[in-house]
């Protein structure tokens, strides 16, 4: 059989032409129909699964927390501590107040507080705050007691002591980081 165009008589030249013409219009079909359709329904497959993962889940949080109205409580406390623990501004007044607090509980005298300038994290900002204070040591343990529980997240640098012979008492600098949430 030779299939040069000469040779083939009009009938096998329009056979020939409605071949080639199906093989195209099918690979048209298969590249701009098909393959598209069957991305979508993979897409549509995985939004499905996820679906399906998230209701398995709320599911599992609805069987774990049956009194919603308890569990609304608990996460409006935790909230409120959290705020108080990692605060969205500075609010470096009220943590000098609570440092003045137990400083006059702890019999501690508060020589001089230096908050540093705010400083900018990932996501937070922190602000160093170097005290000096005169106290004996165990006013010192009973003031460092009443920082850590204080609620809010601070970091100690360093602490120095020397001994204030003329006073007979510790003079002691602080050096401590404090933290805000930063939106």
Partial sequence: ???????????EKYFAFAFILMCFLSLLFYFCVYVPQ????????QIAFDKRAELINLRGFAARNKDIDIYV????????ENQYLLPSKMNVSPFLNDIELYASESHVEVVGMEPGPIA??????????????????FELMNFME???????FINIKYIKASVDDTHRALD??????IYSYKK
């Fill in 172 to 177: 002691v600098k602080i050096n401590l980081t």
């Fill in 120 to 137: 900018n994290g990932e996501g937070y900002s922190y602000q160093n705050i170097a005290l000096n204070i005169k106290c004996g040591y």
């Fill in 1 to 11: 059989m030779n299939l040069s165009m000469d040779t083939m008589d009009k009938g």
């Fill in 38 to 45: 069957e991305n979508l329904l993979q897409q549509k497959k």
């Fill in 73 to 80: 409580k608990d996460m409006e406390d935790r909230f409120h």
């Fill in 146 to 152: 009443m920082m850590e529980r204080e609620g809010r």
